[in-house]
């Protein structure tokens, strides 16, 4: 989690529990008054480690329904197109952040003010919204990731400057914008685009897959959670349904997945990274298995690997080393070519080489991230950092250290 979100986290729990915060209250009843229920009795709390969560007053079984937001209660495509004029070419999300911000500019005129009031104040610590010159200081990974993020932006604000010069007039000038499109990037889920509208093609630059979903988006994440969202016909309206596959227990907090991604994923798009997640992986360039291990390819074997694309997907985890990985070191590492193919796609490799040659050869490669890594960090360590984003991108590179040693542990 990192000890910037936790310093967040202290100063937030001396507050009232959310769940008896007049924000939440008077969401929960602007959402009855759409149709919502309540169903499985859930409750917006304060937990140590996440912050702001929810939980349920009752234990709720395996394979049930969660919550069920009737769509009327959502900013989906189509609230966009009957709340504000839409003749301009823009992406959902855009057209989505637009609509979010000209709304909270309106206070408590907005129809839709009281889940405007539920959202957070303060984006979370994305690593694009570091200072440039603290970001000059971040790995290429995150450098790469924050220009295509900055650029999505500063093309959403170029567009609305020139198809809404009013509108600018009256959020541009402030952060409202930016906050806006964070907020639509870290919180909106997922519909299916010919559900919600078949008549878009006009006006969007994409599908409307994208929309707002009031309450279910206080959801934390978890990389073990298993829950399946869709959208259903209940007694002919449509509610967006989010179904749990595992049991919660009464008062615990209760955990959605936003997919499987790994920490740099959930750093890069949320602002946070979690322990242990499963789906952390150490990954590898071809070129840089070869120099480290190496590696001395004749043309034959370079063909098989290109051939069969295992150049791709090369990273150990948790689970071990990926198939492909595994692939290319055993081309690299035999001399005898008639049997590659079948034993490859078999997956029934010599135990020497198992038991032997690949330990060793993830040793090396777990050596030389460690290395890579541990650079990487010091850069940030001993530089003077001040943004949130900046601080925890250095406590996601410590982790990543730590998760190396975790890896030499469990395989090497």
Not at 99 to 116: P, Q, R, V
Not at 181 to 210: G, K, Q, W
Not at 326 to 346: E, P
Request: proline share 4%; net charge positive.
């Amino acid at each position: 989690m990192g000890r910037t979100l936790r310093q967040r986290l202290k100063k937030q729990s001396t507050k009232i529990d959310a769940h008896y915060n007049n924000t939440i209250v008077n969401l929960q009843k602007w959402m009855a008054a759409k149709g919502w229920k309540n169903k499985t009795k859930l409750r917006i709390r304060v937990f140590p480690q996440t912050g702001r969560g929810i939980s349920s007053r009752t234990k709720i079984p395996s394979d049930e329904v969660l919550i069920s937001i009737p769509l009327d209660a959502m900013i989906t495509y189509n609230t966009l197109a009957s709340e504000m004029l839409i003749n301009e070419k823009l992406t959902i999300h855009e057209y989505l952040a637009l609509f979010l911000a000209m709304e909270a500019n309106k206070g408590s005129d907005s129809k839709w003010f009281h889940y405007i009031k539920s959202l957070p104040e303060e984006t979370p610590s994305l690593p694009w919204l570091a200072m440039p010159k603290e970001i000059r200081l971040f790995p290429v990974d995150f450098q790469t990731d924050i220009d295509k993020n900055i650029t999505s932006f500063n093309t959403f604000c170029y567009r609305i400057q020139n198809l809404r010069p009013n509108v600018c007039s009256a959020i541009l000038e402030t952060s409202l914008l930016k906050w806006a499109f964070i907020m639509v990037n870290t919180r909106a889920v997922h519909v299916d685009p010919n559900i919600i509208s078949n008549n878009c093609s006009n006006v969007l630059l994409d599908e409307p897959y994208m929309a707002l979903c009031p309450f279910l988006d206080m959801f934390n994440h978890h990389y073990l959670a298993k829950t399946e969202a869709s959208i259903r016909t209940n007694m002919n309206s449509l509610t967006y349904e989010l179904r749990t596959s595992t049991e919660h227990k009464r008062h615990d907090q209760i955990f959605i997945s936003y997919g499987p991604h790994d920490n740099f994923k959930l750093l890069s798009e949320y602002g946070f990274f979690i322990s242990k997640n499963q789906y952390d992986v150490v990954k590898f360039s071809l070129k840089e298995v070869i120099d480290v291990l190496k590696f001395q390819l004749d043309e034959r074997r370079y063909r098989f690997i290109k051939k069969h694309n295992l150049q791709k997907n090369l990273y150990i985890g948790y689970d071990g080393v990926s198939f492909n990985l595994k692939a290319v070191l055993f081309v690299g590492s035999v001399f005898d070519h008639s049997n590659i193919n079948s034993i490859v796609f078999s997956d029934s490799y010599p135990e020497q080489f198992l038991n032997k040659v690949v330990p060793l050869f993830v040793g090396l490669l777990i050596d030389f991230s460690f290395e890579k890594f541990d650079y990487d960090f010091n850069r940030l360590k001993d530089a003077a950092i001040s943004s949130d984003s900046a601080k925890m991108v250095k406590e996601y590179l410590n982790y990543r250290l730590n998760f190396l040693d975790d890896l030499r542990k469990n395989i090497v």
